[in-house]
């Protein structure tokens, strides 16, 4: 009896190998998202967290942000613009996947005229490197979104070529419902933020239709504007942040 049933069972993984060997010849790139799906994130307690590299070009700097090293994230200048990875501690960026080789492969910036970017180099790894399913053999350059994949550890590459946006100032009206901690549970309203910021205050004011801009100009003098702002944060201030 046990007998027999080795042998069915012998026969089962016999099947199923032959069904791989078919799939591996003809469906490769379905096997390469196979493999992929091995290295997904696990969840944590507070949601899911992705693997990523981002190049970052900001003036005459360039650097990347990542979290592939023990999954913290990390802004990493390197003088040569190349961020090595692999297993190896001498690396730049060290993983721990088995399957990743101790030099694997490296992230270099080129600023060139013509072809200026970062590149993705494979250092003749042992599980190769791929990038959207496709293996590398030669550099390539990589474009904002595109999914890499070295060994079984997979990450997304984003690159950031534009500079700092400057966004507009936070209204006053939410300004004010800003608190700072003071001890324990207690808080406060930051009318530090306001009273140090009393042009910009008084701007926003502007804004309001109820309001008229010249009368708040012309009218009130420096220190009247002050008393009005003091008067009106120690009527908003809770009792027990008095």
């Known amino acids: 009896m046990i007998a027999e049933f080795s042998e069915k069972e012998l026969e089962k993984r016999l099947s199923l190998y032959q069904v ?27 949601g899911v967290q992705g693997c990523y590299l981002q190049g ?22 390197q003088p040569q613009y190349i961020w090595t990875i692999g297993r190896d501690r001498t690396c730049g960026i060290c993983v721990c996947d088995r399957r990743v080789s101790r030099r694997h492969a490296a992230i270099q910036y080129i600023e060139n005229a013509d072809y200026s970017g970062f590149y993705l180099v494979d ?9 959207n399913g496709e293996p590398v053999y030669r550099p390539i350059k990589l474009q904002d979104g595109d999914h890499i994949r070295l060994g079984s550890m997979t990450f997304s590459f984003y690159m950031n070529l534009t500079p700092p946006q400057v966004l507009p100032r936070v209204a006053v009206e939410l300004l004010m419902q800003l608190v700072t901690r003071k001890s324990g549970d207690e808080v406060q309203i930051n009318r530090k933020v306001s009273l140090e910021n009393l042009d910009h205050t008084l701007e926003a004011f502007r804004q309001i239709p109820i309001l008229n801009s010249e ?13 009005i702002l003091d008067n009106f944060f120690s009527k908003q201030m809770p009792s027990n942040s008095r």
């Open 20 to 46: 791989f060997l078919k799939l591996y010849e003809h469906h490769s790139s379905f096997l390469d998202e196979i493999l992929q799906l091995e290295n997904l994130p696990q969840p944590l307690s507070t």
């Open 56 to 77: 970052v070009i900001d003036s005459s700097d360039v650097y990347v942000i990542t979290n592939l090293s023990e999954g913290k994230t990390q802004k990493l200048l």
């Open 215 to 227: 009368e708040i100009a012309v009218s009130l003098s420096q220190k009247q504007q002050s008393e």
């Open 123 to 131: 250092f003749s790894s042992t599980n190769g490197t791929f990038v």
